[in-house]
Nanobody, 116 residues
C-alpha cells in the first residue's frame, strides 16, 4: 500500500533552516509529480511547492527564494529545504502525490514551528 512518511520538522528560530524529507513506498515514485503542502492553525491547506517527475519545480509566492524542493528517485525520497524561516511558516507540512488528475494521497505530516 502507498505510504508517504515525512520527517525533519521541529522548532527553529526565525531566520533558521530546516530540511524536510518525504519517504515514499508502495508506489513507483519516479512516475509521479509530487508536492509539499502546509496547514497552519485556522488556515486553509496551502500548496507551497511542487516538482514534476522530470524535475520541474513551482513555488508559492510566499516561499519563493527561500524554499527549495528536490527529489532523489533512486531513494524514493523528496525533500524541502527551508531557509530564512519566518514565524508565519509555522504549520504542519505534508507531502503529497499527484496522480496526474490532482493530488490524491497525503502523508500524515511533520510539525514545523518557527519561534524565538
Amino acid at each position: 500500500q502507498v505510504q508517504l512518511v515525512e520527517s525533519g520538522g521541529g522548532l527553529v528560530q526565525p531566520g533558521g533552516s530546516l530540511r524536510l524529507s518525504c519517504a515514499a513506498s508502495g508506489m513507483i515514485f519516479s512516475f509521479y509529480d509530487m508536492g509539499w503542502y502546509r496547514r497552519a492553525p485556522g488556515k486553509q491547506r496551502e500548496l507551497v511547492a511542487s516538482i514534476s517527475n522530470g524535475g520541474s519545480t513551482n513555488y508559492a509566492d510566499s516561499v519563493k527564494g527561500r524554499f527549495t524542493i528536490s527529489r532523489d528517485n533512486a531513494k524514493n525520497t523528496m525533500y524541502l529545504q527551508m531557509n530564512s524561516l519566518k514565524p508565519e511558516d509555522t504549520a504542519v507540512y505534508s507531502c503529497a502525490r499527484n496522480s496526474g488528475r490532482g493530488f490524491d494521497f497525503w502523508g500524515k505530516g511533520t510539525q514545523v514551528t518557527v519561534s524565538s
